[in-house]
């Protein structure tokens, strides 16, 4: 943004908001390790040093980095230059010692790469003054794949050890640990080991709260709408159909199901090609990909006194608008129980409160809330029906709601018009003839 655009108040107002708005996230990623793995064609894309900006920005807020390199469409190159066909078996590469050498200079080519850019402190740039050091080494010792379905995979291998000491300590020093998908044996050997592979398991071990997978890809996809969260059970399920999944995504899934089953909170698929999408995926509620957790990313749950700000944030926005009625503090504190939350990635995004009128067999609806971010997601029906399941365990016969802003929403839901009349004789000595509610009545 130039310093021209700043001075405008709108875009002095957003960039505020956006900063505040990131805060929480600063706050919860400093001293947490993040796996980066970024795909070949990543790294050889002309705008990669987008990435290697947001790389450094991400360490320079305490993020304990470890990048995972790829470097298939690399070693393709050189296999090409030197007439050397590249052969594959169920999609992985067989490396034969001629494939190696081709392997091990392309691993020197983006290795060097890698380190160069991050090296960066040019002044006007977003990299000025930094001073990253970025640590390589034989960190992964490996094994030979073996044969598999009569082919003879040669010098492509899997996983042994990984040198879990060797690792933290570099990041306890500060350092970027930057790692190449090559494992060393105790014989001397050198395997050929799979982007994935390397970076789930190196995730799994360090204890890292984030993996996140870079490719050309975007997130993953339902339709042509990108997903932006699964659960586990959603991945088993396309897994189940890998049709329905990019080519890139068949490769990568199971080993972020792997990473997640292993204790990795989130998995990110992000796609290199949208300009800062590292950013906004981690320091935005929205979020631009698609993130795989080990359970739904939303918990609807009864809400405790530690939720009070929280709710306190969401409803006095609608009571300063007059479609909420005000409710102070200690009012909320007192009928804390009464409240269902929907918590979404920690982050409280919607509430509802019921009321009971046992006597008469009627509960009142209110206090409906979701973040405007969150409003076509579906979680106000949601809140309802929880509410609604609630009232029927509680062996309420109906549902009312007081309104002046929303009646089409409840009209929508099966609310219908009713009167004052209506109301349980409680309320009723309660209601506000001046605000001039409309009330709806529901059937359980």
């Known amino acids: 943004m130039s310093t021209l655009e700043l001075t405008s108040p709108t875009a002095l107002r957003t960039f505020v908001q956006g900063i505040r708005a990131a805060a929480p996230y600063i706050y919860a990623f400093r001293e947490n390790t993040f796996v980066i793995a970024l795909g070949g064609e990543v790294v050889a894309d002309e705008d990669f040093l987008s990435i290697v900006h947001d790389l450094n920005l991400l360490h320079s807020l305490g993020i304990r980095l470890i990048v995972v390199h790829g470097m298939r469409p690399q070693i393709d190159a050189i296999l090409a230059q030197q007439n050397i066909e590249a052969r594959f078996s169920e999609g992985i590469r067989i490396t034969d010692a001629d494939t190696m050498d081709c392997v091990l200079e392309a691993a020197g080519q983006v290795r060097s790469r890698i380190e160069a850019l991050l090296s960066l402190g040019l002044a006007n740039s977003p990299m000025a003054g930094a001073r990253n050091r970025v640590s390589s080494g034989n960190y992964l010792m490996a094994k030979p794949m073996g044969v598999i379905d009569g082919v003879d995979m040669q010098l492509t291998g899997e996983v042994r050890r990984i040198d879990r000491e060797a690792i933290q300590q570099r990041l306890d020093d500060g350092d970027i640990v930057l790692i190449s998908p090559l494992g060393y044996s105790p014989t001397g050997?050198?395997?050929?080991?799979?982007?994935?592979?390397?970076?789930?398991?190196?995730?799994?071990?360090l204890e890292a709260m984030k993996l996140i997978f870079l490719s050309e890809d975007d997130g993953i996809r339902k339709g042509r709408k990108i997903l932006d969260s699964i659960s586990m059970e959603d991945a088993e399920k396309l897994?189940?159909?890998?049709?329905?999944?990019?080519?890139?995504?068949?490769?990568?899934?199971?080993?972020?199901?792997?990473?997640?089953?292993?204790?990795?909170?989130?998995?990110?698929?992000?796609?290199?090609?949208?300009?800062?999408?590292?950013?906004?995926?981690?320091?935005?509620?929205?979020?631009?990909?698609?993130?795989?957790?080990?359970?739904?990313?939303?918990?609807?749950?009864?809400?405790?006194?530690?939720?009070?700000?929280?709710?306190?944030?969401?409803?006095?926005?609608?009571?300063a608008q007059g479609i909420l009625v005000r409710r102070s503090r200690e009012r909320l504190e007192a009928e804390i129980e009464r409240f269902i939350v929907v918590e979404y990635?920690?982050?409280?995004?919607?509430?509802?409160?019921?009321?009971?009128?046992?006597?008469?067999?009627?509960?009142?609806?209110?206090?409906?809330?979701?973040?405007?971010?969150?409003?076509?997601?579906?979680?106000?029906?949601?809140?309802?029906?929880?509410?609604?399941?609630?009232?029927?365990?509680?062996?309420?016969?109906?549902?009312?709601?007081?309104?002046?802003?929303?009646?089409?929403?409840?009209?929508?839901?099966?609310?219908?018009?009713a009167s004052v009349s209506d109301l349980p004789k409680e309320k009723r000595a309660l209601y506000n003839y001046q605000r001039k509610s409309q009330v709806y009545l529901k059937n359980l």
């Open 189 to 205: 050997e050198i395997f050929n080991l799979s982007l994935e592979e390397v970076a789930a398991k190196v995730a799994v071990l």
């Open 345 to 417: 990635d920690n982050l409280i995004i919607g509430c509802a409160a019921l009321s009971p009128f046992p006597e008469e067999k009627v509960g009142e609806i209110a206090a409906l809330a979701v973040h405007p971010e969150f409003q076509r997601e579906g979680y106000g029906e949601t809140l309802l029906r929880h509410i609604e399941g609630w009232a029927r365990k509680l062996g309420l016969k109906e549902l009312f709601a007081l309104t002046t802003r929303t009646a089409h929403w409840f009209i929508e839901h099966g609310f219908k018009p």
């Open 239 to 319: 897994m189940k159909s890998p049709r329905k999944l990019s080519p890139q995504h068949r490769v990568y899934l199971p080993r972020a199901m792997y990473a997640c089953r292993g204790g990795v909170p989130r998995v990110h698929f992000l796609s290199s090609r949208k300009n800062g999408s590292l950013l906004l995926e981690l320091f935005t509620r929205q979020g631009v990909g698609t993130m795989l957790a080990p359970q739904p990313l939303a918990i609807f749950r009864t809400a405790t006194i530690d939720d009070i700000g929280s709710i306190l944030a969401l409803i006095e926005p609608l009571e």
